[in-house]
């Protein structure tokens, strides 16, 4: 039974055209659905500079949905422009009867996708959104009172609790391909010089794109999951998936990743589940309290002035701040677009516990650089590293850079991968290289202050002055 002779469908971050929900719906209740992709004006217009990595992951995982989409006998158009006067604009132009599209949390896209539902109601058109991106989204996991969970591990064991093979269920799209629609004008993909980028460094990275490219990692994960909780903390070692970029812009099925840590066995997938799980939990966060996007869950610890400086500030971007395990996490992300997460956790707290530096600062920058940028799980890890988020790292907790990098990075492995000016620093002093006597440094051919920053604050001193900030607010 179908209940539209016409539908649309708009991808946006659900770059696949298989186990799809959206697209699933509008093939089941359609006789006819046609696929547009919009490179967004609002959300490029904002991006920091014009060489993005995103915008060309973006561009060429749309390529290959087009191409996927045409060899299932559809096809994709691709628009340029404001997608709250486009996607109207083209149901118009094609007369369907409703729009399909994914659900997507952030305020920002919540507030678009309420102008779209708008417009289209006011010409007779209906919106229909389906859950796609998490497991369980909104208010499916709530507490026995009926509130939303703030503590991790009692939301972690509801979700495991709740979920079954229902949930994690694939959403075909071959079934009723034949209902995908070609438009009655010609189409054609926009280049990289034409939606006003440059070109970045992403084809020379190990950054497979598209469906293609998810499906390739997550392969060569499943192989490795088994070892994903020895492996997973260290930055040298090949233990994690890689493929946050792909969950961000939904290359891949969350379903289906999800599926295959719940069917794996030991404590590799388990933990592995736990982290989607987390994916999930800042989703419900950002949602129920949409006011941590801007300011401190706790919202007392906004009155915490921050007095740090702004040349560390610089110092931090800049990976020289002397600490070689933040300089050399600092260089991964300019480098690539991505950070190992044990040093998202070491640098996030640096900034904060150590430059006593405000956090949104940080959480900006992660924003602007990150590929895998998603602000739930950017403001949730920003907020976990500052001690203001909802289960946070307690706020007399604070990360010592040395110790975490002697733990983690052992030989220094990672170090002197991205801080080739330490290459030659014996091991022992490559986790706090100002402690080397000067003979050392020349035949290590790294002179502090001049090869290599000296520290740019020191440690104890600045973990007695965060605490003292904390302790200031909490009294
Ligand atoms: C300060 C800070 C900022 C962060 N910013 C982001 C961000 O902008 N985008 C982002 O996707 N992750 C963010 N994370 C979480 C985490 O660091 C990355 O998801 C992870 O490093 C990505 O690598 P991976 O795909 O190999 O992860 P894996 O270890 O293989 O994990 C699998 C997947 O689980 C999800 N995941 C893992 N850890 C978390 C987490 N703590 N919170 C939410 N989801 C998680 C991701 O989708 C990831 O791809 C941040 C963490 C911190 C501490």
Not at 408 to 437: C, N, S
């Amino acid at each position: 039974m179908t209940a539209y002779d016409r539908s649309l469908f708009w991808f946006r971050r659900d770059l696949r055209d298989d186990d799809n929900a959206g697209l699933h719906y509008a093939l089941a209740s359609s006789r006819q659905v046609f696929c547009v992709f919009v490179f967004d004006r609002e959300i490029l217009d904002a991006l920091p500079g014009r060489a993005d990595r995103r915008v060309e992951f973006v561009l060429e995982s749309v390529a290959e949905l087009r191409e996927s989409l045409r060899a299932r006998g559809g096809e994709l158009i691709v628009l340029h422009g404001r997608a709250g006067d486009e996607i109207p604009a083209l149901a118009a132009r094609l007369g369907v009867a409703a729009v399909f599209a994914n659900e997507d949390y952030e305020p920002a896209a919540r507030a678009r996708d309420a102008a779209v539902e708008r417009a289209l109601a006011s010409a007779g058109r209906r919106q229909h959104l389906a859950k796609d991106q998490a497991i369980f989204a909104r208010d499916e996991i709530l507490t026995q009172a009926g509130g939303p969970f703030v503590v991790f591990t009692p939301y972690r064991r509801a979700w495991l609790a709740k979920v079954d093979d229902y949930y994690l269920k694939a959403y075909p799209v071959a079934k009723r391909a034949e209902r995908l629609a070609k438009p009655p004008f010609a189409t054609g993909l926009p280049t990289l010089a034409s939606l006003g980028f440059e070109p970045t460094n992403l084809r020379a990275l190990p950054v497979p794109t598209g469906m293609s490219g998810a499906r390739r990692l997550f392969a060569d994960f499943r192989s490795r999951m088994a070892d994903y909780r020895t492996a997973r903390d260290f930055p040298a070692t090949k233990g994690v998936s890689y493929l946050s970029v792909h969950n961000r812009f939904g290359t891949t099925s969350i379903r289906d990743l999800a599926r295959a840590a719940w069917k794996g066995k030991g404590e590799g997938p388990a933990t592995w589940l736990s982290e989607l799980v987390w994916r999930d939990f800042y989703f419900q966060i950002l949602w129920h309290h949409p006011h941590a996007a801007t300011g401190a869950f706790r919202r007392e610890y906004d009155a915490i002035a921050w007095p740090g400086r702004d040349e560390h500030f610089e110092a931090w971007c800049g990976a020289r701040t002397g600490y070689p395990i933040v300089d050399a996490a600092m260089r991964q992300i300019a480098a690539t677009g991505w950070m190992h997460n044990r040093l998202r956790m070491v640098v996030a707290s640096f900034l904060v516990k150590d430059l006593l530096l405000d956090w949104r600062r940080g959480e900006k920058y992660f924003a602007d650089h990150l590929l895998d940028f998603d602000l739930s799980a950017n403001n949730g890890g920003w907020q976990w590293a500052a001690s203001t988020g909802c289960d946070a790292q307690p706020w007399f907790r604070i990360f010592n850079p040395v110790t975490q990098s002697e733990r983690f990075d052992p030989q220094g492995r990672f170090i002197r991968r991205y801080l080739p000016e330490l290459a030659k620093v014996p091991d022992r002093f490559v986790h706090a290289p100002w402690t080397m006597p000067p003979l050392e440094q020349q035949a290590a051919g790294c002179v502090i202050g001049r090869d290599y920053p000296a520290p740019v604050v020191d440690h104890a001193a600045q973990r007695e002055r965060a605490l003292a900030l904390f302790k200031a607010v909490r009294a």
